[in-house]
């Protein structure tokens, strides 16, 4: 939105030419959302404790956790507020993927919002059924992975866009063809899933959400600029540099969330963050045409998705548990280890992992 007015007064004053940088945006992005953050925070959060929109807490779970109940929760609209505002402001709104990643942003923030006004309004401890949930999931996903294709088939960009990059593997894709579709979905889906099912201690998936965003943001940079795409043997797709611009937007207000969801939390995301921000890094990624590398940087997540299932696999087969509970965070917890030592061990990890998917670049 900026941009149209600061080109504009680019006739008159060269000076405001720097706001055409796409560098430039994405700084004023994500301290934009930073800012937006820090202001209106507090008074959500007041907002939602006289509301007593409190987190409710899971009975077999760590002791520890008992003191959590009563949390404000819902804080995941903060930073999607922050995002939104941010973004429509300094992105260029002609292209196509911003409002793409939009879209799937907010339509998983729709449907946490409902899951959690459900559980903490209307008093119904279920929320959304897991049906109804994947449904909706399911129809947002699908939408964004056919907008996806056809505005891939419409460019002439399909061989590009539907190739998936094996890192680390010089020149090495496999064409999906109409098979991207399903992988953007299961991508999308499956990372708002697995986001969610991190959110369980005081910063532990906000943090290495904004890690991984902001490293996917330096991936749609260098994937956005022709002369870096083909410097380093990535996929060159024209546009994507824009995204850079959301995922500074998702950097800042994630740090701008953090503030308040740091140990000891005065606030929790909910669904309508955990689910929108796992969401927007699956599409994210899928834009960039680095699904796997998600993957990698995202390995936190992936590793806690992983061992619910094999829990719950494990305990229908065999009648026993692999872990002493799950998600993985809760095994080191019953284990002893204190929340912090859990949530920045699980930080270091992720910068590390977020490093290794930065190798990717250079070693092929």
């Not at 699908?142 to 094996?166: M, P, Q």
């Not at 991207?180 to 959400?209: E, R, W």
């Not at 270091?348 to 977020?354: E, K």
């Amino acid at each position: 939105m900026l941009l149209y007015l600061t080109n504009y007064l680019a006739q008159f004053e060269s000076g405001f030419n720097v706001f055409s940088y796409l560098t430039m945006r994405a700084i004023l992005g994500a301290l934009t959302a930073l800012v937006l953050s820090f202001v209106i925070g507090p008074r959500m959060i007041s907002k939602l404790s006289n509301n007593q929109l409190g987190q409710p807490v899971r009975e077999d779970g760590p002791e520890t956790h008992l003191l959590k109940a009563g949390t404000p929760t819902m804080g995941g609209a903060l930073i999607l507020m922050a995002i939104s505002i941010s973004t429509l402001l300094w992105a260029d709104l002609e292209n196509v993927f911003v409002w793409v990643v939009l879209f799937v942003t907010l339509s998983f923030g729709v449907i946490g919002y409902i899951d959690d006004y459900k559980k903490l309004i209307l008093q119904d401890p279920a929320g959304i059924s897991a049906k109804q949930k994947l449904f909706w999931q399911s129809a947002a996903a699908i939408i964004a992975a056919l907008t996806l294709y056809f505005y891939a088939v419409e460019s002439g960009t399909l061989d590009t866009a539907t190739a998936l990059l094996i890192p680390y593997l010089k020149d090495t894709t496999i064409q999906l063809g109409m098979l991207q579709i399903v992988v953007t979905y299961l991508f999308i889906v499956g990372f708002s899933n697995a986001v969610n099912l991190t959110d369980g201690l005081d910063g532990l998936a906000i943090m290495p959400t904004v890690l991984v965003g902001g490293a996917l943001g330096v991936f749609a940079y260098l994937t956005g600029n022709v002369n870096f795409a083909e410097y380093l043997g990535i996929p060159y797709v024209s546009g994507t540099g824009e995204i850079l611009v959301f995922c500074a937007a998702l950097a800042g207000a994630g740090l701008g969330f953090l503030w308040f969801n740091t140990y000891p939390a005065q606030v929790f995301m909910g669904d309508i963050g955990a689910l929108s921000l796992g969401a927007a890094l699956g599409a994210v990624a899928v834009v960039v045409r680095q699904e796997i590398v998600l993957a990698i940087m995202g390995g936190v997540f992936v590793v806690e998705t992983l061992s619910v299932i094999i829990q719950v696999s494990s305990f229908k087969l065999t009648g026993k548990r692999v872990f002493r509970m799950a998600p993985l965070h809760h095994h080191f917890e019953l284990k002893g280890w204190a929340e912090p030592k859990v949530i920045v061990r699980f930080w270091i990890i992720t910068v590390i992992l977020v490093l290794v998917g930065f190798a990717s670049l250079k070693l092929r």
